[in-house]
C-alpha cells in the first residue's frame, strides 16, 4: 500500500506565503504524476497545479504566477510554494499521486493507482 502525508498548512495573511510537502511511502516502483487539489468551504475539489514525472507543469488559472509546484522523485515528494496568498485560497489543500507499485506476491504484475493524502488546512486571513 501506499501512503500520502502532507504539511505545512496553516493560518496565515493575505500578500503571505506558505509551503506544502507531500511526500509518499510505502510499496512504491515508481509515481507518475503528482498534484495537488483543494476544496474550499461549499466548493467542490478542484485542480490547483500537477507535475509530471519528467517535470511538466500545469496550473489552474487561478494561481498562475503565484503558486509553483515542484517535486524530488529520490525523496517520492512534492512541493507547493505558495504566495500572495488571497481569502479565497483558503481551502483544505489534498495530495495526489499516481503510484506504480511492486507487485503483490504471488501476482507477478505492478498495479498503478491513485492515491490521497489526508489534507492540510490552509486559511488565509483577510
Known amino acids: 500500500q501506499v501512503q500520502l502525508v502532507e504539511s505545512g498548512g496553516g493560518l496565515v495573511q493575505t500578500g503571505g506565503s506558505l509551503r506544502l510537502s507531500c511526500a509518499a511511502s510505502?510499496?512504491?516502483?515508481?509515481?507518475?504524476?503528482m498534484g495537488w487539489y483543494r476544496q474550499g468551504p461549499g466548493k467542490q475539489r478542484e485542480l490547483v497545479a500537477v507535475v509530471t514525472r519528467s517535470t511538466a507543469t500545469n496550473y489552474a488559472d487561478s494561481v498562475k504566477g503565484r503558486f509553483t509546484i515542484s517535486r524530488d522523485n529520490a525523496k517520492n515528494t512534492v512541493y507547493l510554494q505558495m504566495n500572495s496568498l488571497k481569502p479565497e485560497d483558503t481551502a483544505v489543500y489534498l495530495c495526489n499521486a499516481n503510484v506504480v507499485t511492486f507487485p503483490a506476491p504471488p501476482s507477478t504484475a505492478t498495479r498503478v493507482g491513485n492515491y490521497w493524502g489526508q489534507g492540510t488546512q490552509v486559511t488565509v486571513s483577510s
Open positions: 510505502g510499496s512504491i516502483l515508481s509515481i507518475n504524476d
